[in-house]
């Protein structure tokens, strides 16, 4: 796992050494081993590196054998090996064992059609001085970030935005159309960032940059169908396709441990890996502290377990410095855990496997249907989703808004799901956005116009009302949020998260699952949780999905912490985003108890810590607070 960052300008030789120095300075935190630089009349990449692989001969760049094109990679291939073998016998020559090597000798020998090949989670550029020409790619499902721009005549990238703000060329602006959006779904929710012309390269993309121009492009997504499959047999697959991405995820030549959760999916993944170490972490002795849970099941199936319990005090301390990993704001309440987690599992080790994934390709979230504890509604509804789609349509329009128990179910359920779901938050209502908005902010896209966009390619397809929420979730809620937090704040302690849930060929399966055995009337994710039950007891491969359980109700009615976030809302910035004296009414209602809008107060802090950080005091790493 690294990072990378590099550029594309005329400078002379020696100014591009210099700036390629400072970008890679400050992503340290993502390779802390060694560095790397290469640089010549157009082109500048550079390289930090934390040795997981090939410890002693994968250093970076990596040169083909005429040293006419240059690599620098952030990511792991798991298929590497028998891919290395192929472009031996095909005449290439190594000079690693690294899978760095293995993608630019695939590059050579397949062009773009090297990314139908490869099993992995990835960000790469290859220079090729001899047609001045740079190639780059992001991996199937977004798991490493790629961010670019293009400003003042330089074309620049890295995998964190901060590398790029300090190249000379970078012009800092806050974009105005992002902070709207991000109130609705509390992460980055736009292609551009809340940096004014940086973007990130979408997860499937690839991109080719030659003479001023950037020409991206499109080489894999998910197909959802639908299949007649028989249940132990899929459930087979399932297991075996799990077992067998596990597997892969554990190649390294270090040691590779596991987060581990009350949750069946990290417990799935670590029940099969079975990792000499797992991890776990929580706050205080009571219901937000899964970690107790993550004891029991460590014991019962005989692994290692490190836990720690979080104070609040901790979690405000670092919070500035969180906003600042993540380079831009997301209000994800397991922010906070994730980086402590992190930390404590890099005092031991450099690999960790965690179970995002699971949800999205299996079904795993209760909004994608399950909003009824009444099985008679439940099954009503599913009678009912067997109608042709106009009848089902027609009855859930009628549902909407009644007020009679399981309304809402059979809406969200029988509608379309391009009309009732727009992912996994939903903060802020458009219109709460836009009165608490002053008016420089309100004019962003729409809500609809950034989930349609996604929809679009789906409508018409056939797949099931569900399927498309899944859809939906992959190219929004993972890519914006989930990967977003787990790769800034695992590296922000130099570890490296590998997702075996999150594979492309588990991919290949989850695709065609039928719908019916995605969510049913007994569970989420029914037919993983029938996989995890070989490997679990039934009160973790069936139990209900939590989350990271973050206290944050709590600390908005403690005096110190609400002292501290209103004396956020109270700074003389605040009023060129917000309508400071109803920013001021909301906190103080819900400090009185009156109303529970802890995630739109948290929402909003969020955002302006990471405003703080990045604006007022210019980017700078902040150091941990002082809480009184």
Known sequence: MCGIAGFINDA??????????????????????????YVDDHAALGFRRLSIIDLG??????????????ITFNGEIYNYQPLRKQLIDLGHVFTTNSDTEVLLHGYEQWGVGLLDRIRGMFAFVIWDSAKQELFGARDHFGIKPFYYATMNGTFMYASEIKSMLVHPDFVKRLNTQALKPYMTFQYPAIPETFFKGVYKLKEGHYFTYRNGVMDIHEYWDPAFGETKRNLDDLVDDIDRTVVDSVAAHQIADVEVGSFLSSGVDSSYVAA????????????GNGSYNESQQAKQLADIIHLNNTSESLSGEEAFEYFPQIQWHLDEPDSNPSC?????????????????????????????????????????????????????????YAIAHWAKGRTFHGAWHLYANLAPAEESFIGQARVFAESEASALLTPAFRDA???????????SRVRGSGISELKKKQYLDLHQWMPGDILLKADKLTMAHSLELRVPLLDKELMGVAEKVPTKY???DSNTKFAFRQAAARHLPKAWYDREKLGFPVPIRQWLREDKYYRLVRGVFERDYVPRFFDQKALLRMIDDNYAGKVDARRKIWTVYSFLTWYDVYFVHDGAKPAPLKID
């Open 12 to 37: 002379p030789i020696d100014a591009k050494r210099s700036v390629l120095k400072r970008m890679t300075d400050i992503i340290a935190h993502r390779g802390p081993d060694s560095e790397g630089h």
């Open 57 to 70: 001969g994968g250093d970076q760049p990596i040169y083909n054998e005429d040293r006419s094109m240059a």
């Open 272 to 283: 099969v890996a079975r990792p000499q170490h797992t991890y776990s972490i929580g706050f």
């Open 336 to 392: 906070v855990p994730l980086f402590f987690l992190s930390e404590l599992a890099s005092r031991d080790l450099r690999v960790v496997l965690s179970g995002e994934g699971a949800d999205e390709l299996f079904a795993g979230y209760i909004d994608y249907g399950v909003h009824t504890k009444s099985k008679v509604i439940k099954v009503v509804t599913r009678m009912l989703g067997h109608l042709p789609r106009k009848a089902r």
């Open 445 to 455: 896209p729409s809500v609809k116009s950034i989930v349609d966009s996604t929809y």
């Open 518 to 520: 995605l969510i049913n």
